[in-house]
């Protein structure tokens, strides 16, 4: 069992920056892809990013590509997800998930286990 818990939401204006962690829990946290999710109001989930169980290969949505950045630390359990030049339709709910695979998907259905969720406003 894992379990995730985000944080770094929160209120920015466009064109700012966040940064979102999420801290996973086990002695195992390498063996799992790590994603990014966002569900946005009215809008179903979303993929943004993932990385690999040993950080070396990301993908992300075309939507943030540039923009946004994941990184994980697995010496601390803790994947992040640096985002920047952030614009109003970045507004979301962002989840972190968890995939027992070595390699992430952008299908949220992959995914094992997934955090609360942290809540990412960005002011026009």
């Known amino acids: 069992q894992v379990q995730l818990v985000e944080s770094g939401g929160g209120l920015v204006q466009a064109g700012g920056s966040l940064r979102l962690s999420c801290v996973a829990s086990g002695r195992t946290f390498s063996y799992y892809a790590m994603g990014w999710f966002r569900q946005g109001p009215g809008k179903e989930r979303e993929f943004v990013a993932a990385?690999?169980?040993?950080?070396?290969?990301?993908v992300y949505a075309d939507s943030v590509k540039g923009r946004f950045a994941i990184s994980r630390d697995n010496a601390m359990n803790t994947v992040f997800l640096q985002m920047n030049s952030l614009k109003p339709e970045d507004t979301a709910v962002y989840y972190c998930a968890a995939r027992r695979y070595y390699s992430g998907s952008y299908n949220a259905r992959d995914y094992n286990y997934w955090g609360q969720g942290t809540q990412v406003t960005v002011s026009s």
């Open positions: 990385v690999t169980g040993s950080g070396g290969s990301t």
